[in-house]
């Protein structure tokens, strides 16, 4: 079954910079994979703990957030707020059973098509390697 | 004619009916307008004579605690079948409550911590004869049966037990408001709060005036539920949240995770300084909200 193992990657992305990132590496055509299911959101600090716990009980075995690298952030601060949201959720899926390497932040700004790419491919490898979210509903 | 009530303990600590009692003179009142049918800590009636009642012949239902053993599941469905009104009697009953952050453990660890590698323990074994069989974990009773009213708190305080009681014989269905803890009590805040540092409980003295999250504490009043009459955070305790999220959120210690992130000063404060000044993160947000947040429980791998 590991064999065939495809993760689900939930991405939620910042408008002003990740998404135009992932904008970027779409018409410079690179590829990245297919896992990563982006969400956009206005700015990285508007990410709820609740988006990222849901994401967790509905079966994502991953969840990238990314944002602005610091100082950039188009609303001044979202960013440095969902650092510290981040950094405690990660506390706490640990303590609730799920890997905290499942949840993973990113500074990746408009321009860095190919960073967006190297990020997804390394967090997916990261996730094949620590296989199906305990959570994940036996389909 | 009296009104039938029955109060039924599941697994709990006894502390809300003894808030039951802190009504005083009031229940002078109250009592002789009542019929109780069954109350274990009160009356001498057993469990086979609420099982003789006919189904729906209790007026009002009051449940505490949570079900953590076959036999509180078997009394709570009991008290549903039994009652026309069934009321969720405390936070545990409501939303699970401290005990069940048990649900971080694996209940065989639990059970052989308890029985087996307590220090006041000597040839210890874990109990399996004349006990009822403990459940996998601790799910709200909503999960279960149907409610008709909720009334948190740990334990719920004596006005709102009151108010509730004296229109439930009114005939009225007693509603519970629906703000924060932060919108009803009167402590002063800035319109802007920034955190340089997050302190706990016990370090140095509150000012007696101001807001308790602008002084660095971790205050779960903006996540909470009013209704408690603020007796913590009065007397410059920070709240708990004991009466669980308010309006509009599913998932109280997130709400509060994400309240905290965003008010602290992110030069002084960095998010490592931040996982260790909270040091418990469950047991700090979702201390008495653990079995209905969005994740309930912990997942364990298997061996």
């Not at chain 2, 002063?188 to 660095?216: A, H, M, N, T, Y």
Request: aromatic letters at 8%.
């Amino acid at each position: 079954m590991d064999g065939d193992f495809e993760p689900k990657i939930l991405g939620i992305f910042c408008n002003w910079c990740s998404y135009a990132g992932a904008d970027m590496a779409g018409t410079s055509r690179m590829q990245y994979p297919p896992n990563v299911r982006i969400v956009r959101v206005l700015c990285s600090g508007r990410v709820d703990p609740q988006f990222v716990l849901k994401a967790f009980e509905l079966g994502a075995d991953g969840v990238l957030v990314a944002g602005c690298h610091p100082g950039d952030c188009h609303y001044v601060k979202g960013n440095y707020r969902a650092e510290r949201r981040i950094a405690l959720l990660k506390e706490m899926i640990k303590q609730l059973g799920i890997e905290p390497e499942r949840l993973m932040l990113k500074w990746i700004s408009a321009s860095e098509g190919a960073e967006l790419v190297k990020t997804t491919e390394e967090f997916l490898t990261v996730i094949k390697e620590l296989g199906p979210s305990p959570l994940r509903k036996k389909s | 004619m009296p009104v039938k009530v029955m109060f039924v303990q599941l697994a709990s600590c006894w502390g809300c009916h003894q808030s039951l009692l802190d009504l005083h003179e009031t229940l002078a009142d109250v009592l002789p307008q009542l019929e109780i049918v069954f109350w274990h800590t009160v009356v001498d009636y057993k469990l086979h004579d609420v099982e003789k009642l006919p189904d729906g012949s209790v007026d009002v239902g009051f449940t505490e605690g949570f079900c953590r053993t076959e036999e509180d599941l078997h009394l709570l469905k009991l008290a549903r079948q039994k009652c026309k009104l069934l009321v969720s009697y405390g936070t545990c009953s409501t939303y699970g409550s401290i005990p069940s952050l048990l649900n971080l453990y694996p209940i065989e660890e639990a059970l052989s911590r308890k029985f087996k590698e307590a220090e006041s323990v000597v040839e210890g074994r874990i109990p399996d004869k004349h006990v009822p069989k403990m459940l996998e974990h601790v799910k709200p009773n909503r999960e279960y049966v149907k409610y008709d009213l909720f009334l948190p708190g740990c334990p719920p305080e004596p006005p709102l037990i009151a108010g509730v009681v004296t229109s439930l014989l009114k005939g009225e269905t007693p509603k519970l408001k629906d703000r924060t803890l932060c919108d009803e009590w009167p402590r002063v805040k800035s319109d802007v709060i920034v955190l340089k540092k997050v302190k706990r409980d016990f370090e140095g003295i509150p000012e007696p005036e101001k807001c308790l999250l602008e002084q660095g504490y971790i205050c779960m009043g903006p996540a909470t539920r009013e209704g408690c009459g603020a007796v913590c955070t009065s007397a410059g305790v920070p709240c708990k949240g004991c009466m669980g999220p308010g309006p509009n959120v599913m998932d109280q210690g997130a709400k509060m995770l994400s309240a905290l992130a965003s008010i602290v000063d992110y030069e002084s404060v960095s998010p490592e300084d931040l996982v260790k000044a909270v040091k418990d993160v469950v047991g700090t947000f979702s201390r008495f909200t653990l079995p209905s947040s969005i994740i309930p429980k912990a997942v364990f791998k298997k061996k």
